[in-house]
């Protein structure tokens, strides 16, 4: 008998560990920024097992995007140069500081910035290159850092998809970029339904967006409310935000964190189950990790071949016809109104990203799928491609 239900695109996997702790931060009295927040960071440097490593926990990625950069002095007439091939977040926060997006084209194997056309960008106002580890595959460090150290600029990570993900046996977030941003949304590989990590080496760079979270002020809740000292005094130092993560969100994280290497171990068994059952039909798979690192599989992105005998869209169509969610990764940014007419963008001038948008999609890739689940999907894909 088929299974007629709807397999979701994505599901988080919440335990009763989790659940627990969420209980247990209820019943504590404290339910904003506070004692599991600041376990939560401490735990977060721990997995990085870098020494020297702050952690600083905000309410998303795109929050710590923005402190992170706020933090290194991007402001108006600056340019920050990433990738068109991502999610608009890791662009709007350069608007946010009145500075400008540049916007490069991608490695077509990889899907990850180029650094050759990083290189080819950098003008006289460029201060910072943000690149993205595209479905928790790293981008290619080594380079970018080198280009960016020659050419003195600074670089912020969005590690959105890479946890855990690793460039040459290190984790990501321990490399030595100047920061390094991880998102806990409900479809990243761990989560806290919204959430992100700041990581830093820079101490001035982390006590900035310590203060920048939480309105501009010297000392952060708990420290005011539980120090020794009377706890009423407070300075604002600056116009700062409310990017604080809560409590009840950082117990979540707390036990998340502590599955993530089992989770991405899930996700890199359906990955290769993928990658078996796809290698006779007319789909190019996503690129392995070079040899001995890890990949976070946050996606499984497939390209239809020129000769699949079917459109994306149509290919799409027929897997949800089939009750199978997919989705696109990304509508490249070059294609969306505000950043096309803003910056007067045209698809020739990202064709590796343009040619990959218009093969594109992404199949359900969580540790909630049984092997079942991921049979469905292998069927369907099958079926859609018209391969009996
Ligand atoms: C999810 C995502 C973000 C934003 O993360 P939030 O935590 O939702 O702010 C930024 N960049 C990329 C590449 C993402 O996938």
Same mark, same amino acid.
């Given at each position: ?157 969005? @590690?959105?998809?890479?946890?855990? *993900?690793?460039? %040459? /046996?290190? !984790? +990501?977030?321990?490399? =030595?970029?100047? #920061? ?5 949304? @409900?479809?990243?590989?761990?989560? *806290?339904?919204? %959430? /992100?990590? !700041? +990581?830093?080496?820079? =101490?001035?760079? #982390? ?25 009423? #005094? ?25 599955? #993530? ?128």
């Amino acid at each position: 008998m088929t299974d007629r239900s709807f397999l979701p695109f994505a599901q988080p996997e919440i335990g009763d560990d989790e659940i627990a702790e969420v209980v247990d931060t209820l019943r504590s009295g404290w339910v904003t920024t506070g004692p599991k927040a600041k376990r939560f960071e401490a735990d977060f440097a721990a997995f990085l097992g870098e020494p020297g490593l702050h952690c600083v926990a905000v309410n998303s990625a795109t929050a710590g995007l923005h402190l992170a950069l706020e933090a290194l002095g991007i402001g108006p007439g600056d340019e920050v140069i990433t990738t068109t091939h991502t999610f608009t977040a890791t662009a709007e926060v350069v608007r946010y500081l009145g500075a400008d997006v540049k916007l490069v084209d991608i490695d077509p194997a990889t899907l990850n910035i180029d650094p050759a056309a990083v290189e080819a960008a950098i003008g006289p106002r460029t201060k910072a290159v943000i690149p993205v580890h595209f479905a928790g595959l790293a981008a290619d460090m080594p380079r970018l850092l080198d280009i960016a150290a020659r050419h003195g600029l600074k670089v912020v990570e969005d @590690a959105a998809h890479a946890l855990p *993900t690793t460039c %040459g /046996g290190q !984790l +990501v977030g321990a490399l =030595a970029s100047d #920061a390094t941003v991880f998102s806990f949304y @409900a479809n990243k590989t761990i989560t *806290t339904g919204e %959430g /992100g990590m !700041l +990581v830093t080496r820079d =101490a001035a760079l #982390a006590a900035r967006a310590r203060v920048m979270r939480l309105h501009g002020i010297s000392r952060d809740a708990f420290d005011r409310f539980t120090a020794k000292t009377p706890g009423w #005094a407070y300075e604002i130092v600056a116009p700062g935000f409310k990017y604080n993560l809560t409590d009840i969100a950082a117990a979540l994280g707390i036990h998340q964190l502590k599955k #993530a290497h089992a989770f991405q171990q899930r996700r890199a068994a359906i990955a290769a189950r993928y990658d078996e059952a796809f290698a006779t039909l007319p789909l190019l798979v996503p690129p392995a990790p070079p040899p001995g690192e890890l990949h976070a599989w946050h996606l499984y992105t497939v390209r239809l071949a020129v000769d699949a005998g079917i459109a994306r869209d149509d290919f799409i169509e027929r897997l949800f016809a089939a009750g199978i969610g997919c989705s696109v990764h990304y509508i490249p940014l070059h294609l969306h109104p505000y950043w096309r007419d803003r910056y007067r963008l045209d698809p020739a001038m990202f064709p590796a990203s343009q040619r990959a948008y218009e093969r594109l999609v992404s199949l359900p890739i969580y540790t909630r799928m049984g092997d079942a689940d991921v049979g469905r999907v292998i069927a369907a894909v099958r079926g859609a491609l018209g391969v009996a």
